[in-house]
């Protein structure tokens, strides 16, 4: 395993929908920032987010918690254009050449498809996206303009292996993955393009499993 490979601890027994229980496995781990500014000359705005993952075997857990200080959620339905409200997401590889898009809005809405580049992807059916527990600290769902002001907010996914819905995974323990996780939120008045790993293009584009990381999840 290389230096620079994120291990992802493994917690078993734990229930996705245990509130207390994900607190303390959540509590018990260090942050991670999501806090490269990559294209910061024209896009100089950055909030402050973090994410921490576990998984418990039937479940990917990982959780965003975000301080900004602009926040929309406008897109009302799954399998929306998430990206434009103030959005968190992971992007997943469970082999080369294919890569999962998780893009998560601020009020829990959901875009999931399976690429093999930016321009060719196919979007997840209605029972990959409902298999995904999600969790946030806004009210589920609705929908509001843009909010100036200290917004802080938090997000919980819980991804079962059968979400990568071209894989037939039904265990996450062992496998290895490249990924990467952001923070966008391309129509606030102060658009911004956060990753976990850096990107070094000309201009902001997440679809690049390239730059991915590794990640192992542990037996």
């Given at each position: ?66 301080a900004e200080r602009y926040t929309m959620a406008c897109v009302a339905q799954d ?25 998560t809005t601020c009020a829990g809405r959901l875009l999931l498809a399976c690429h ?38 938090s997000l919980t996914l819980a991804i079962p292996p059968r979400a990568l819905f ?54």
């Open positions: 395993m290389g230096n620079d490979t994120m291990r992802i601890p493994k917690i078993e027994g734990l229930a996705p929908g245990d509130p207390k229980a994900l607190e303390a496995a959540f509590g018990a781990l260090e942050p991670q920032p999501v806090a490269c500014c990559n294209w910061s000359a024209e896009f100089p705005y950055a909030p402050q987010v973090t994410f921490r993952m576990f998984h418990t075997g039937a479940y990917l857990m990982v959780r965003f918690d975000v399998n929306g254009a998430s990206w434009t409200d103030s959005c968190v997401e992971l992007f997943l590889s469970p082999e080369p050449g294919v890569y999962y898009n998780f893009e093999t580049s930016r321009h060719e992807g196919v979007k997840a059916p209605a029972e990959a996206l409902e298999s995904i527990i999600r969790h946030t600290s806004l009210p589920f769902g609705e929908t509001f303009p843009e909010r100036e002001g200290d917004n802080r907010w071209r894989h037939g995974i039904d265990d996450w323990s062992g496998h290895s993955v490249r990924m990467n996780l952001y923070k966008c939120g391309d129509n606030l008045s102060h658009p911004h393009f956060l990753s976990w790993r850096p990107i070094p293009t000309e201009k902001p584009d997440f679809h690049r499993p390239e730059y991915f990381g590794e990640a192992v999840f542990d037996r």
